[in-house]
């Protein structure tokens, strides 16, 4: 690869990470943290019998 | 149909070739590249099932991929956004390695290997199932995959029937086996995803004192085997260790640094995880038999490394059989990924081998000619002998019962963790002195590590407590009682290291200090090389064991090429190294080849 070609990409790849970061995650972070919303089942929860999850069929 | 099935970007990069339905080749990436557990895109390993069959990648109709990365960088986004703002160092960090590679997969394979074919994805505990059921000896059976985790899942269970497999049930991230497994080894000041089979090995020297605390505060564990773990405990979604405070502050002290002395609390500790360990394999696999009603089970999954509980699952479990992938990490998805593809999602017919398996083995690697050998030899003037087999298995057994240790070297290179009798070092396991020997002098490793017996099939039952065979070391067994030595009161009132020093059983060097060993059943049809070198042991010497361990020293992957393996050979205290017929000496080396190596921390 050219070292122009490879400015291009690295800056592109930048470009993509600081739209990656600054407009989709750390937004959805915010939002999440504000309304509580849990993405992950982290719960103890000591009255349930199991915590097999079904498989979805497809 | 030629499919080539990957598995890569995290650890223990691999690639396996199958032709119809049939495993042709499989090795892993750190075979070639010479780093242990080398987690990069397996080039080396795909060149070598290409040029072994003599194929061009275009003749590849299918690459799979043996996860599905997007799927994988959505938990990733998920677990961060759900504890944010922590973690975000380790977030960019992780990320930015994805976005410069991980999430274009396909497109760095298709342009590295020129590859204008069809590519597909698995999921990563499908593959795991795939690589447990269908080269399994089973024409129905459950399967059940635990593992660190893999896109979201970290245990799954099932049945597979035919050519088809279906998962019905899983636990997901952040509740692992294989994660726990690995804190534990963080906390013990051993590496995470390498040396979990050190903690195993340390466990017999403790005692199982801190199983209540765990089960009370780390996990709650239901009679299903399903549980959750209490994340006060563990860092590793947040941060860049395993554990945190809470963890030190309920075991009593700060993790173990690495090298520091091993001390009876470590030892305890390690017990009481393998403990709880065996508990929830037990109890998921009660489920599973109670759900799927199936007598035969396969495992899959870096848990089913941990072969004491997969021994004590085989004597007193519900299954009347189990069958083991012998690769069960993420190496053997390679296989799982390209198998499950072809009978799953293309529908073509599966053939079961009923009296072996579909594993070959597992001798599945590079092999070298003896023409290749002895050009090797003489190019690079190393003196040697060349030996017919007759009077080299008459010669190789007479040293090792003289006390020589001998590097082992014959046909195709083993696929997955384990040396099964073709790159392996041999020494007498009647010897007192040569556990201590060979983990220091040899192996370049700690002293408390047990060696595996390799054993005539046909024999097993004379030295071995074991249900059927075990031809790829992943079941322990005790020693038969018949063979064991009674400790006086003084050993038995002895504690954690102290009792290597024990004589314990006729063969002394491959019993743990709790009566077991991790053995290899070795019959004709699956190494028939490795059988007669066994039975000639035991025409001449009254043994049919041999220890077993894989050629390699501390740090260092498996050998692969006889260059790998004089290497390995002049660095170390092996005496005597076979490869293929010929037979060199220590002894007539040449001063200058010897090689100091500084082991890598493992």
């Known amino acids: 690869m050219s070292s122009i070609k490879k400015y291009i990409m690295i800056l592109f790849l930048g470009f993509l990470a600081i739209i990656f970061y600054l407009f989709l995650i750390f937004p959805a972070a915010i939002f999440c943290k504000i309304f509580n919303v849990k993405l992950l089942d982290e719960a103890i929860t000591y009255k349930s019998e199991s915590y097999w999850l079904k498989r979805p069929e497809k | ?602």
């Not at chain 2, 990436?29 to 070598?48: K, V």
């Not at chain 2, 269970?157 to 998962?167: F, H, P, S």
């Open chain 2, 1 to 602: 149909m030629y499919i080539i099935g990957i598995s890569a970007l995290y650890h223990d990069s691999a690639a396996c070739l199958i032709q119809d339905g049939k495993i042709l080749c499989a090795v892993q990436e750190e075979r070639f590249t010479r780093i242990r557990h080398d987690g990069s895109l397996p080039l080396n390993a795909i060149n070598f099932c290409l040029k072994s069959n003599n194929l061009s990648i275009n003749q590849i109709d299918y690459l799979v991929f043996y996860e599905k990365p997007k799927l994988k960088l959505s938990r990733i986004i998920s677990t961060f956004i759900h504890y944010f703002p922590n973690g975000i160092i380790s977030f960019i960090r992780t990320t930015s390695r994805w976005l410069g590679g991980r999430l274009w997969t396909e497109l760095i394979i298709r342009r590295k290997l020129r590859f204008h074919g069809e590519f597909k994805y698995s999921e990563h505990h499908l593959s795991h199932a795939a690589a447990a059921f269908y080269p399994s000896p089973y024409k129905e059976a459950a399967f059940l995959t635990i593992d660190g985790v893999g896109e979201w899942s970290t245990t799954s269970y099932g049945v597979g029937a035919d050519k088809k497999i279906k998962i019905s049930s899983e636990l997901n991230f952040p509740h692992s086996l294989g994660l726990l497994y690995s804190a534990f080894t963080y906390y013990l000041g051993f590496k995470v995803d390498s040396a979990e089979y050190k903690v195993m090995g340390l466990a017999p020297y403790g005692e199982p004192i801190y199983v209540d605390l765990i089960l009370k505060n780390l996990l709650d564990l239901k009679d299903d085997g399903s549980f959750h773990l209490n994340m006060k405990y563990f860092d590793f979604c947040v941060g860049t260790t395993m554990t945190n405070s809470n963890f030190d502050k309920l075991f009593g002290a700060a993790r173990r640094d690495p090298e520091s002395l091993l001390d009876q609390r470590c030892m305890n500790i390690a017990r009481s995880l393998q403990v709880v360990t065996e508990m929830v394999v037990y109890k998921m696999a009660l489920h599973v038999f109670n759900k799927t009603k199936q007598p035969n089970l396969c495992l899959a999954g870096g848990v089913a490394l941990n072969c004491v509980s997969n021994g004590k699952l085989l004597k007193s479990g519900p299954f009347k059989n189990i069958w083991i992938q012998p690769a069960s990490g993420d190496a053997g998805s390679s296989i799982g990924a390209a198998l499950y593809f072809y009978h799953e999602i293309l529908g073509l017919n599966r053939k079961v081998l009923s009296k072996e398996d579909g594993m070959s083995g597992s001798l599945l690697g590079p092999d070298y000619t003896d023409e290749y050998v002895e050009n090797f030899l003489k190019n690079k003037k190393i003196p040697f002998q060349k030996i017919q087999q007759t009077d080299m298995d008459n010669k190789v057994v007479d040293l090792i019962s003289t006390g020589n240790v001998i590097g082992w070297f014959q046909g195709r290179m083993e696929f997955g963790p384990r040396s099964l009798g073709n790159r392996s070092i041999l020494g007498d396991p009647r010897n007192e002195e040569m556990q201590k020997m060979m983990n220091l002098r040899i192996k370049q490793r700690e002293s408390f590590r047990p060696f595996a017996p390799a054993i005539l099939l046909e024999k097993v039952k004379e030295y071995f407590d074991l249900k059927g065979e075990s031809p790829y070391m992943v079941f322990v067994a005790n020693i038969v009682k018949k063979k064991q030595h009674k400790m006086s009161t003084k050993e038995m009132n002895m504690f954690g290291l102290d009792k290597l020093n024990i004589k314990r059983s006729s063969i002394p060097a491959v019993t743990h200090v709790d009566y077991s060993a991790r053995v290899q059943t070795v019959d004709l049809k699956r190494n028939p090389r490795f059988h007669q070198l066994l039975k000639k042991n035991f025409e001449r010497h009254g043994c049919p064991v041999l220890i077993n361990t894989s050629f390699n020293v501390r740090g260092e992957p498996i050998v692969c090429s006889p260059e790998d393996a004089y290497n390995c050979f002049m660095s170390t205290g092996i005496d005597f190294l076979v490869i293929g017929s010929y037979l060199i000496s220590k002894e007539n080396q040449p001063k200058e080849n010897i090689r100091e190596v500084a082991y890598e921390l493992d």
